[in-house]
């Protein structure tokens, strides 16, 4: 089963990203009970979080990450499909440049 749902998270927090933070653990707990997919935006604050579950992934391209950061920076990055994937277990399994892109940027992005 596939849900989804186009709601952004929080844009502002008055508690250095605890909505944010938040908002991505009421996503994990959804996550273990089912597979959903939604539109969202990553602030900083959340992609340093995910980043932080992300235990066992390739190693990363710093090129890559700069020059996506570059188009965020920019104002090149588009909403484009590619995903950002979190386990049922909130373990990032595909998207640790875009993230780490969105923290270089210091910019959100939609995804």
């Known amino acids: 089963m596939l849900a989804v749902v186009e709601k952004p998270a929080p844009k502002k927090a008055t508690d250095t990203g605890a909505r944010e933070l938040s908002w991505f653990a009421e996503r994990v707990a959804r996550g273990e009970k089912e597979i959903f997919s939604e539109v969202a935006t990553i602030t900083p604050a959340i992609a340093r979080h995910i980043l932080k579950c992300n235990t066992d992934n390739r190693n990363i391209s710093n090129i890559l990450v700069a020059n996506i950061a570059s188009d965020i920076a920019e104002g090149r990055w588009e909403l ?3 995903s950002i994937v979190i386990s049922n277990t909130g373990q990032l399994n595909d998207g640790q ?4 892109a969105v923290l270089e940027a210091n910019r959100s992005i939609r995804t």
């Open 80 to 82: 484009n499909g590619e």
């Open 97 to 100: 440049h875009r993230l780490s």
